[in-house]
């Protein structure tokens, strides 16, 4: 089964720390572009990051530059996201998905104090 | 960054009837392959997006031919024709050609 299943999330206080995971079955992992995107309850979508399948290239939006580090690991089909310095607008529902035609069902962050 | 503008933000539509949604991006989606990434997915409610449309007009696997996209340059549109209950939701475009790749606001369809 073709299938992306987040985990990591959590309530962590502002500055904190957080690493999400994502693990991927089903479909060749190791040649696929996989991204990062996030919802904040009843809005819309924003685009994280991406990561090339070779893990070789990174891209960020610049609200999360120098805080998030987007990584993979090609032999365990696994995605990750290292969240530092987490602030309450990291607050969201974290999707993974494999080049937009496959999402996971998210998991959730929360920054409060 | 590249904005995305959906038109309406909201779509009350009759079932059985067309809905259309229309999607602007502030400049050409046209990558340096010639290509335009311009997707379109839809999101039910407590569920994760699902790609419908991929470069434009293309369908994903499993896409009922009631959906379908146009456009081109700036101006992209997704027409749903013959609305079933199980069409309401958000529906968003977004853009893969500039980084950082951006979504529209979303347009939220409702059965009248």
């Known amino acids: 089964e073709v299938q992306l299943v987040e985990s990591g999330g959590g309530l962590v206080q502002p500055g904190g720390s957080l690493r999400l995971s994502c693990a991927a079955s089903g479909f060749d992992f190791r040649s696929s572009w996989m991204s990062w995107v996030r919802q904040v309850s009843g809005k819309g979508l924003e685009w994280v990051a991406n990561i090339k399948p070779d893990g070789n290239e990174k891209s960020y939006v610049d609200s999360v530059k120098g805080r998030f580090t987007i990584s993979r690991d090609n032999d365990q089909n696994s995605l990750f996201l290292q969240m530092n310095g987490l602030r309450v607008e990291d607050s969201a529902l974290y999707y993974c998905?494999?080049?937009?035609?496959?999402w996971g069902q998210g998991t959730t962050v929360i920054v409060s104090s | 960054d590249v904005v995305m503008t959906q038109s309406p933000l909201s779509l009350p539509v009759t079932l059985g009837q067309s809905a259309s949604i229309s999607c602007r991006s502030s400049?050409?989606?046209?990558?340096?392959?010639?290509?335009?990434?311009l997707n379109w997915f839809h999101q039910r409610p407590g569920q994760s997006p699902r790609r419908l449309i991929f470069?434009?007009?293309n369908r994903d696997s499993r896409v009922p031919d009631r959906f379908s996209g146009s456009g081109s340059g700036t101006d992209f549109t997704l027409n749903i024709s013959r609305v079933e209950a199980d069409d309401v939701g958000v529906y968003y475009c977004?853009?893969?050609?500039?980084?950082?790749?951006?979504f529209g606001q979303g347009t939220k369809v409702e059965i009248k």
């Open positions: 470069k434009v007009s």
């Open positions: 977004m853009q893969g050609t500039h980084w950082p790749k951006t």
């Open positions: 998905a494999r080049e937009w035609n496959i």
């Open positions: 400049q050409s989606l046209v990558y340096t392959d010639g290509n335009i990434y």
